[in-house]
């Protein structure tokens, strides 16, 4: 057999995305390596076989260095069609994002709102044209404000920050919700609103993005974030390139994922888990239910006793491990087939099932009608039969 050499060529990742992208290889049995830097080796190679790309600023002209290889985008770019750089592109799906945040300040009872940014770059823009677009169609009144500066202006002139910050605020009214399209973005509202003598969130209400918890709950009021789930975007990559190298046909070249959940902190009132067992446990599945996990690797990679992880989590939730991995998973299916057109094959694949009549089956045993069935009674308004 020959071993398939993939390079990640990432201009920026994260440790979740490594993660999907490692997980994914580990399974396919690849030989893989990460670059971090062009100029660590910029003459390119015949010897790779497939590319995931995060492109950056800096465009690269990835074909001529990597003539043989596969190539797949793992940021597609917002608002254009397929790129002939790539063979193929992924990317989280920034309108179910901004919808979920929308839903969900909407549910807490605000009427008012503003999104908030530093910089007008992509994807920031369209999640909050998105965000503003779903908020009025629910009957809200919403702003937004853009401070056209990078997040060291809050120190470097902070006179400014503030009273633009101020400014919005007075205007809007309170109480106020605020939706942060980035993490960082929201840890710099939370900071100078508290500087202004706001309360967060008896006052305003903040919402980020991404759930980087090295920023959500690190900041002065612990981040309520939507996880757009990084490690989903690199396993999903991985395996669109492997088909891609295998020959394989397509179904698409251009797939969004949607995002798992809002993680609730303190800065949008915290409802989160007391248990931090239970908590971990729980943001580990719905962070790997698509890929190969199991009770014994929940515990392996959390490093919490068998024991503990079962009396704890059946506690806390009245069911087991085990039963919250198929809850998670078909909870995301279900998503799937109504907010999507993929094929049943598809959804099974990114809902953590290796087929779709392993799927099907499960499907059937738990909500008592096929996968293709509960699509079509949904598109016709029927409920779900549990």
């Not at 790539?86 to 008012?112: C, P, T, W």
């Not at 698409?252 to 609730?264: F, G, R």
Request: charged share 25%; net charge positive.
């Amino acid at each position: 057999m020959n071993r398939r050499h993939v390079l990640a060529h990432l201009q920026w990742s994260s440790h979740k995305l490594d993660y999907g992208i490692q997980a994914f290889a580990r399974e396919a049995d690849w030989t893989l390596s990460f670059m971090r830097n062009m100029q660590d080796f910029n003459l390119g190679s015949t010897q790779v076989d497939g590319l995931l790309v995060m492109p950056g600023s800096n465009p690269v002209d990835y074909r001529a260095l990597y003539p043989k290889a596969k190539i797949v985008s793992l940021h597609s770019v917002v608002g254009n069609g397929p790129d002939s750089r790539f063979d193929a592109a992924i990317d989280v799906d920034h309108e179910q994002i901004s919808r979920l945040a929308a839903d969900y300040l909407s549910g807490l009872g605000f009427r008012r709102f503003l999104g908030f940014a530093c910089k007008r770059v992509e994807p920031v823009v369209t999640r909050i044209r998105s965000f503003k677009k779903y908020v009025v169609a629910q009957g809200g009144v919403v702003g937004e404000l853009y401070l056209d500066s990078w997040a060291e202006q809050i120190v470097v002139d902070p006179r400014d920050a503030r009273a633009r910050v101020s400014r919005a605020i007075r205007k809007h009214g309170l109480p106020l919700a605020v939706y942060a399209p980035e993490d960082i973005y929201a840890d710099i509202f939370i900071q100078v609103a508290l500087d202004l003598g706001y309360r967060i969130p008896e006052d305003i209400a903040v919402l980020g993005v991404n759930n980087s918890r090295e920023v959500c709950e690190c900041c002065r009021v612990p981040i309520s974030s939507i996880d757009v789930n990084h490690s989903r975007i690199g396993y999903e990559g991985a395996r669109l390139l492997d088909g891609l190298m295998r020959g394989e046909a397509l179904v698409q070249t251009q797939v969004s994922i949607p995002p798992l959940t809002i993680e609730k902190r303190r800065s949008t009132d915290d409802t989160g888990e007391s248990d931090r067992a239970v908590s971990a446990i729980r943001h580990y599945i719905r962070e790997h239910f698509a890929e190969r996990i199991s009770l014994k690797t929940v515990l392996q990679d959390l490093r919490v006793s068998r024991s503990t992880a079962f009396a704890h989590f059946t506690r806390a939730t009245g069911h087991p491990i085990g039963q919250e991995i198929m809850r998670v998973r078909m909870e995301h299916a279900c998503n799937l087939l109504i907010n999507s057109d993929y094929k049943i094959e598809v959804v099974a694949l990114m809902s953590g099932y290796e087929n779709a009549s392993a799927f099907g089956r499960i499907f059937k045993q738990l909500y008592h009608q096929t996968p293709s069935d509960f699509r079509q009674n949904a598109q016709r308004g029927g409920k779900l039969d549990q």
